[in-house]
């Protein structure tokens, strides 16, 4: 029972995962015209370290759940070689 669930659990956090790193693709796509923007029109140091960070984030927000997924995938491997042993 466990196995099923699991797998399932597996299943629909790589989906999540999938939809949010394309959500994040279109928002990488849209912050370029920003961050060329800032530059061009002689923006600020603070401004553009602002955008900066918008893209750390971005990229943050899409290897935390990857790196979760892959995890949990570790773990429910483990557990079932573990009831394969007993």
Known sequence: MFSSFSTFLSVLLKGGAFLL????????????????SLMRAGGSLLAIWI????????A???????????????????????QKAV
Not at 21 to 36: A, C, F, T
Not at 51 to 58: F, P
């Open 21 to 36: 790193m394309l959500n994040e693709l279109r928002g990488l796509i849209l912050v370029g015209p920003v961050l060329y």
């Open 51 to 58: 955008g900066v960070c918008s893209l750390a984030g971005i």
């Open 60 to 82: 943050l927000s899409v290897i935390v759940p990857l790196f979760a997924a892959n995890r949990l995938q570790a773990m429910v491997q483990r557990r079932a070689q573990a």
